[in-house]
Every structure is written in C-alpha cells, then in structure tokens.
C-alpha cells in the first residue's frame, strides 16, 4: 500500500492556542472557494488543459461537479481529479442495506405533540460501532428528493471504518464533534477534526471516517444538507471582516491509496444506503484542481459582532455558514454559533428574548454552558424549537439576567450552535421514543410569575 502521509494536526487544549494562523497546518491549504490545485507526486497535475489525450503516470481524468453544468460562475462547482481507477470502475452490484437509524426526508411516519423538545446526550455505546452504523437521525426537513431541507443528526462512533468506504449522494455532510477526534480520509486528502471543529463532506465525495490516533470514542451532530451547498453569508453592512473569515477554512492537500484487496463502498442514494464490494481502495487520486471539495473550519476563530450599546441582535449575526434557497433572505439552512463574547449592553435584557419563529431552530452544546439554558442543556445534548412554537430564557436565566448588574461580562468556555431551517423538522420515531428525551424540558417555563402591576411602571 503506497500513500501520501498528512501529519496529523497538532491539537490546541488553549483556546488562546486556536488563534494560530493557516499557515502552521502543513496538510491544507487555506481560503473558501479558492480553485485549488494539489499533486501527491511531482507532476501528475496535467498543465493547460483538463482532459489530455494521456494523463501524466497513467492515471485516468475525472470530473466531479457540484452544480449544473450552466450554474453561474460564482455558484458553478466542480474539481478535475486524476486517479489510479475511474468511479466507475469503483463500482459493482449495489444490494440494499438497512440505514439502521439513518433516514431522511420527507418523513411523516411519526406524529408528537407540539413542543420545545430537548435531549440529553446520547449514551456512548461499549460495542464495535463504526460511523454508518453510528448515525442517529433526530430529525428531518423538506424533500431530499427534491435536494431542498436537511436531516438532523447525532453520531456515535468506537472503531474506525476498515476496508469500508462511503459517499453521500443525497446532500453534503457537516460533522460537528463534540467528543472526540475523527481523522476523515477523503478524495482530496486527509482532514483531521476536533471538537470546537466543523468538517464538510460535498456531495458525492467518498470517504472513509477513522478514529484519530488516542481517541477510544467519538460522539458529535451531523447536519445533512440535501439542498444549496454551504457557503459564507454576506456580511452587509458590517462590511469586509468579522464573522467567518476565507483565510481560516482548510482544504486537504492530495493524498492517495493504492492499494488492492477487498473492501466495501456504501452509497446513499434516495434515502437508502446500496452497498457492493470491491478489490480496491476508492481514494485513489494522485491529483486534483477545481473548487468542489472538502474542508474544515475551526469554531474558535470565528469573530463575533454584537450590540455595544442596547437590545440583544438577531442570532442571524452569527452565522458561520448558510446554505441559500431560491428565495432571497430565506435560508435552506443556516449555521449559527454561540462562541465566547463579551454582553456590554446597557439596560437590556441580555440573553435571547421569548420569541416564535418562522425558521426551525436544532441546537447542541459542544462545551460550556449556554447562556439562556443553564440548567439541564449539557454538552452532547439537543434541543429542538419547531417552527412557530414558543421558546426562550428558562425562569432562571430570566431572574438572573433581569436582575444583574449590567457591568461588562464576558461569555467563556462556551460553545453552542444552532441549525436554522425555512422548514418544519419532522421528529424520527428514534428520537420521540429514546431515553434521553427529557419528558419534563417544558416545565423549565413552569415558575415564570406574573410581575404585571398597573400601578407600577
């Protein structure tokens, strides 16, 4: 077996330590959106042309497209790669398989009362799960048929996947770890992801998903985006920094496997997972250029903007990443994160307000506590607030923030997310019947008084 070896990236325990510039990962390159290029060998990159009547050491040319064809060149993606085999030689007699608890959209099988929903970690299980048997759909949106919504997941991994090999053909993959280091052997390369991490998978992209080297067990979320791929918001009248910045997101160098023996590829395809068997490995490119590939993007460098003065903004200014919709301003998902900031606003009730909304609301805690949540959302836990149900501060946080002293603070050691969707997430039956579903979340609203006085102002 001959491969390109990536260094595995050296782990930050600091926050201060995650500041470190692109430049210090040796296996990537850094930019979002960049027409990258990359050889594993001196050469195998054919110059002036994609298609050569001859690619350099023999290898075949392949292009994989993220878009239409005719999409418009800011939206238009796709990557040339130069491998040992084509796909289609990657391929065999497919045969059904179960998805285990992986299912997809459109899902109305299951019907629950409306309500906030919340979960508390799911259990670390103590046998052999690698990551397709690991996924724990919670909830789905829209039609992936229709490559519009998302399906919302948990992961629980404790070996590596061996001789096995997948793609994702029904939407682009972001990980969210929360425990847990996974090493994401792809097409493109090797891509190393720690908690207070996002890694994402493109449609279509093979990859085989391994614990990294000390980890014993993984536990995290995966969003499956069926529609628009994930792309930076506009930043609008902030103007051209803050937020998620190009230079910080991460794309693999190349990195190969040539290497014959048996395995197995899964593909998931119309919500159904097709499995064959093969006599080589897929990652099998010496080369590639083009704009449609993985990368990851470290949490801890997000810049956050908010209120110096008074109100709490809109969570819509934390955006990380958003996948659009054909409607303007109206995302087929976005991807929201609560990270360390400093709350300086002055006479304002500072947490988030009680709200409904239009949007569907899925959070998880990586670590720390959540500032309108303090008791009882822990990190590896979820929570779920559908469209148009009610939802905000539990009576704790609201006697807390209506009566402290609005004196500078500073949010620490917290790292919370959302994945906002235009669609109602349907709850799996899994998730409706699973242990972890606090049954008794809504009572977190019970104490709320009355403080209404006509007398008073």
């Known amino acids: ?184 052997c792809t097409e493109f390369g090797t891509i190393d992801v720690e908690p207070c991490e996002i890694a994402v998978i493109p449609r279509g992209v093979k990859i085989r998903v391994e614990l990294a080297a000390g980890t014993t067990v993984a536990r995290g979320y995966l969003c499956e985006n069926y529609g628009g791929a994930f792309t930076l918001p506009e930043r609008g009248p902030i103007g051209a920094n803050c937020m998620a910045n190009q230079r910080d997101f991460l794309t693999p160098i190349a990195a190969y496997e040539d290497h014959d023996g048996a395995c197995t590829m899964t593909v998931k395809w119309g919500g159904t997972l097709w499995r064959t068997h093969l006599e080589h490995s897929p990652l099998d490119v010496v080369a590639w250029h083009g704009n449609y590939a993985p990368y990851k993007y470290d949490l801890r460098h997000y810049s956050p903007v908010g209120p110096v003065l008074y109100d709490h903004a809109d969570p819509s200014i934390f955006t990380v990443m958003t996948s659009p919709s054909e409607t303007p301003g109206t995302a087929n998902i976005d991807f929201v994160v609560f990270c360390d900031r400093w709350t300086v606003a002055e006479n304002t009730f500072r947490p988030p307000w009680y709200h409904l909304n239009v949007m569907s609301e899925f959070m998880g805690l990586i670590e720390g506590v959540y500032d309108a949540k303090p008791q009882g959302f822990v990190p590896g836990g979820m929570s779920l607030h559908n469209s148009m149900l009610p939802h905000g501060p539990d009576t704790q946080a609201f006697e807390r923030a209506s009566n402290a002293e609005l004196k500078p603070h500073k949010l620490e050691n917290t790292m919370a997310f959302m994945f906002e969707t235009r669609f109602p997430q349907r709850v799996t039956k899994y998730a409706a019947e699973h242990p972890s579903l606090q049954h008794d979340y809504s009572d977190c609203w019970a104490d709320i008084e009355k403080h209404f006085d006509p007398a008073k102002r």
């Open 1 to 184: 077996m001959s491969q390109s070896k990536l260094p595995v990236s050296e782990r930050r325990p600091r926050r201060e330590q995650a500041i470190s510039i692109a430049a210090g990962n040796k296996g990537y390159m850094s930019g979002f959106g960049n027409g990258f290029e990359s050889e594993a060998l001196p050469g195998a990159l054919p110059v002036g042309r994609n298609s050569p009547q001859k690619c350099p050491y023999g290898l075949y040319a392949e292009q994989i497209s993220g878009s239409p064809f005719t999409a418009p060149r800011v939206t238009n993606e796709r990557s040339w790669l130069y491998r040992i085999r084509p796909t289609v030689k990657h391929w065999g007699r497919f045969e059904k398989i179960s998805g285990g608890c992986w299912e997809t959209a459109p899902l109305n099988t299951f019907e629950m009362p409306i309500q906030p929903l919340r979960w508390s970690p799911i259990e670390l299980p103590t046998e052999k799960v690698s990551f397709l048997s690991g996924v724990r759909t919670m909830t789905t949106a829209g039609d992936a048929g229709s490559m519009a919504g998302m399906g919302m997941h948990a992961y629980v991994i404790t070996a590596s996947m061996v001789d096995a090999y997948f793609y994702n053909a029904d939407g682009e993959m972001m990980f969210v770890p929360q425990l847990g280091n996974l090493r994401i």
